[in-house]
């Protein structure tokens, strides 16, 4: 992406980008001069716009009307203009100072509170199970010919399920099967046990039945996990005037309204980034006028999820970014405080 532009082609795509935010309107030299840079000529903030149209930064959606920005616009404006003044950041945090005493009830209300202060659609993506590390399995013997199945990883109990225990069972039988669940699948990715297709009839025949229970609470927890994406305030996007067009809607519509398709456009691949930020067609064929962000979020060095926007094209970025790393802020601020 270009980013020499002179000092004056900035002051006009800011203008311009931060006007089309607000208003919706294409924009014309004379409200440009007017509002934004009095000190140039109409003549000269024309052939700007004309130099800024030809470098494919804006539009003219009718030869009579003003321009309107392009996809290069907003992806130029966020990652080399987009800044965040105190008091637009003391706004946000004045709105999310509800005190959170746990991680799950951030997570629990994360794509809500972002939905509503944003005034965008909001989705919160589990992360994958794939990488979490069993850390030990353990059987607990209920008594009744029973046992409660305990499953801990690195990220966590991960679940707890009761079984039946097999009938006639050896007198020590839970403590055996104790020492061969933990030589199993202690230390191991859940991934890799999942796909180790031997890995029960490695084991003594007598302890397949457990076995068998210990890898169904798991591949039940994977899918239960894998399934959960919390979207909010699919509403909201009728606050603007783009989605009165019915097309948009449908669009807009068939995105959230399937996982797995929200899935593929959030995924981030770069496990570096803080957000990502995805922009019209050119980024994703699916966005046609629309952006996603989203912000990656991690909990003693494991990620537990993305939580992040969708809207129009043109949404205020600077408070969808703000609003995500404030969000960030408080899962942080309540770790430290556990520790």
Do not use: W
């Not at 979490?132 to 013997?141: E, G």
């Not at 003594?204 to 591949?219: H, T």
């Not at 959030?266 to 980024?283: L, P, T």
């Amino acid at each position: 992406m270009e980013k020499d532009l002179s000092e004056r082609k900035k002051k006009i795509l800011y203008a311009l980008v931060d006007s089309y935010i607000s208003n919706v309107e294409p924009i014309s030299s004379a409200a440009i001069q007017d509002k934004y840079l009095p000190d140039v000529s109409t003549a000269t903030i024309r052939s700007e716009l004309a130099s800024l149209e030809d470098m494919g930064y804006l539009t003219q959606p009718h030869v009579s009307s003003g321009r309107i920005p392009s996809s290069k616009a907003y992806k130029y404006y966020v990652e080399n203009m987009l800044s965040v003044s105190e008091d637009e950041l003391q706004a946000v945090k004045s709105i999310l100072e509800t005190k959170f005493d746990s991680i799950q009830e951030i997570v629990k209300d994360g794509a809500k509170i972002v939905s509503d202060v944003t005034n965008y659609t909001s989705m919160l993506m589990i992360s994958s199970t794939d990488n979490l590390v069993v850390k030990d399995v353990k059987l607990i013997d209920m008594y009744d010919g029973n046992a409660l199945v305990l499953i801990v990883t690195n990220n966590g109990s991960i679940k707890n399920k009761e079984i039946k225990l097999p009938e006639n069972c050896m007198q020590n039988y839970i403590e055996v099967a104790n020492g061969l669940l933990y030589r199993t699948f202690a230390g191991k990715k859940l991934v890799e046990i999942i796909h180790s297709h031997n890995i029960i009839d490695n084991q003594l025949k007598e302890f397949k039945q457990i076995f068998e229970e210990v890898m169904n609470v798991i591949l039940d927890y994977k899918k239960t996990r894998e399934s959960q994406m919390v979207i909010e305030g699919k509403d909201k996007i009728f606050n603007y005037p783009e989605y009165n067009n019915i097309e948009n809607v449908k669009n807009f519509m068939s995105i959230v309204d399937n996982k797995e398709k929200l899935h593929q456009i959030v995924g981030q691949d770069n496990a570096d980034i803080e957000f990502s930020i995805k922009i019209g067609k050119e980024d994703d064929e699916k966005l046609d006028d629309m952006a996603v962000v989203s912000a990656k979020y991690t909990i003693n060095g494991q990620e537990v999820g993305q939580l992040g926007v969708i809207g129009p094209q043109r949404m205020d970025y600077k408070r969808v970014l703000t609003v995500l790393r404030e969000v960030g802020k408080l899962f942080q601020d309540i770790e430290n405080n556990k520790e």
